[in-house]
């Protein structure tokens, strides 16, 4: 309730969406469905489903739609030059989206709790499950809530294709995760099951498998929670340097390459270089991104360059976008990887033959593939305006999956490299032609961007002297 009073945005959402009525329909909608199981097992599982239904589904899009609608309705404006702070806009905004699907989701949780006790699920276990389910609801919210600000300016149409795009991703994700958990539970007549007990490594941490998910998504959450809240600081016109967001870059795969102790005799090399072409490879991913939802425009270009001309570095890291950071990164650790890579490359072949020479592969034209990709968003966004993402990812679909199909129906697949920084195929053999390809791209991609973008300057600097 204390949150609720120093909260003005959490309390005028709550204001807004629950109502007597609401509050009284979904108990029973939410009990008529829950008598029609028959046993603790169903009343579990059905509830689990419900959960994740309302919680991440449906409360990840309505968190999506919360900025741009509010843009829509001409209120976002009077509302971020208000004398809320950023933190308190971002809890605001979080759990005031969402509260009605919360409200369904602890009747959910509840009801699981009840049912597990009654099938003599261990406390503890119970706990760590019930957290897992709140932790992954909160994580979908703020990552789709993130996605919905970055891409509020586009038409309504791509924006919400997108982010559908997204949550079904997500499902299948969650879907995958709930059948193994239900085959288990299937096997055994109970929730608490083998594969719950079943323990393995993070670094020097061995522990079952519902603490390593717990874990995983305590550390997921800080990030995306840490995202919102510079997203919204961004919003209200604060500075957000880089720095923070390199850590992410950093931390993300480094945590996750804990795992990797749980491969018999890995060799420092071998664990490095597998890192650093993790951080590279996350860094690639997360640039296309931010490239996605971050804006190309050639004044914000104009004032970095200033600020970097007259070293003044810390504007400089102000006006820099963050799919140049991610850029940056990228290059540094795939360099980085490169180097680990000569060092460990005989005992990566332990791994699986071929293994070694795919690693070389992909550390030499992920950064062509990026410098390609980069120079479609910069064209495109220099020369198209409103239509440049659609227009982007129309480019993007043909070079990642319509020339790849037209190579194997014509039986090329040896070429299939030169559209994937990632050769997949246990039989690829190294070839200079699926660099050489890449690598042609790349570069009338960065002659077509150097053009526009003098034409563009000249523009713009012959407007301002005038």
Same mark, same amino acid.
């Given at each position: 309730? +204390? ?63 919360? =900025? ?26 979080? #759990? /005031? ?7 369904? /989701?602890?009747?959910? =949780? ?21 957290f897992c389910m709140i932790l992954t609801a909160t994580f979908f919210q703020s990552i789709t809530m993130i996605f919905g600000i970055g891409t509020r300016d586009m038409p309504i149409g791509l924006r919400r294709f997108l982010i559908i795009a997204v949550l079904l991703?997500?499902?299948? =994700? ?15 007549? +109970?929730?608490?099951?083998?594969? &719950? ?54 931390? =993300?795969?480094?945590?996750f390459s804990g795992y990797l102790t749980n491969i018999p005799n890995l060799s420092i090399s071998i664990y490095l270089t597998l890192l650093f072409a993790g951080i590279a490879l996350f860094a690639y991913n997360s640039t296309l991104i931010t490239a996605l939802i ?28 963050? #799919? ?18 000569? &060092? ?5 072949? +332990? ?81 200079? &032609? ?16 150097? +053009?526009? #973008? ?13």
């Amino acid at each position: 309730m +204390k949150l609720i009073r120093i909260n003005p945005e959490l309390q005028r959402n709550i204001w807004e969406t629950i109502t007597p009525t609401k509050l009284v329909i979904m108990p029973i909608v939410l009990g008529l469905i829950f008598m029609l199981v028959d046993s603790a097992v169903q009343l579990a599982t059905v509830s689990l489903v419900l959960f994740y239904i309302i919680t991440v589904m449906v409360g990840s899009y309505m968190a999506g739609e919360e =900025i741009p609608g509010e843009i829509q309705d001409k209120t976002w404006d009077w509302q971020r030059m208000s004398a809320m702070t950023p933190m308190q806009m971002t809890l605001g905004k979080l #759990w /005031g989206s969402t509260i009605y699907q919360w409200y369904a /989701g602890v009747i959910c =949780i509840i009801v699981f709790i009840v049912a597990s006790i009654a099938l003599k699920m261990d406390v503890l276990r119970l706990i760590q499950f019930v957290f897992c389910m709140i932790l992954t609801a909160t994580f979908f919210q703020s990552i789709t809530m993130i996605f919905g600000i970055g891409t509020r300016d586009m038409p309504i149409g791509l924006r919400r294709f997108l982010i559908i795009a997204v949550l079904l991703s997500l499902g299948i =994700i969650l879907v995958t995760i709930f059948i193994v958990f239900s085959f288990a539970s299937y096997l055994d007549k +109970k929730i608490d099951t083998e594969i &719950i007990e079943h323990s393995f490594n993070w670094f020097f941490l061995k522990l079952p498998i519902i603490t390593h998910f717990l874990m995983a998504l305590f550390f997921l959450n800080a990030w995306s929670f840490i995202g919102l809240y510079r997203a919204f600081r961004t919003e209200m016109y604060y500075f957000n340097g880089p720095e923070l967001y390199i850590v992410f870059l950093i931390s =993300i795969p480094f945590y996750f390459s804990g795992y990797l102790t749980n491969i018999p005799n890995l060799s420092i090399s071998i664990y490095l270089t597998l890192l650093f072409a993790g951080i590279a490879l996350f860094a690639y991913n997360s640039t296309l991104i931010t490239a996605l939802i971050d804006k190309m425009e050639i004044v914000g270009f104009r004032r970095l360059f200033y600020h970097l001309k007259i070293k003044d570095y810390k504007k400089a890291g102000y006006n820099t976008p963050m #799919w140049l950071v991610s850029f940056i990164t990228e290059i540094f650790f795939s360099v980085f990887a490169l180097g680990m890579y000569f &060092i460990a490359s005989s005992e990566l072949n +332990k791994f699986e033959e071929g293994f070694s020479t795919r690693i070389f592969f992909f550390l030499l034209v992920i950064n062509l593939f990026l410098v390609r990709d980069l120079g479609i968003f910069l064209y495109n966004n220099f020369t198209q305006g409103r239509n440049a993402t659609g227009i982007t990812l129309a480019y993007l679909f043909v070079l990642y999956q319509i020339l790849p199909a037209l190579m194997v129906t014509s039986g090329n697949e040896q070429l299939l490299p030169a559209f994937y920084p990632i050769p997949y195929d246990k039989n690829f053999e190294f070839s200079w &032609i699926n660099i050489l390809i890449p690598l042609i791209q790349a570069v009338i991609m960065v002659l077509l961007v150097k +053009k526009v #973008w003098e034409e563009k300057n000249a523009k713009l600097q012959a407007s301002i002297q005038n």
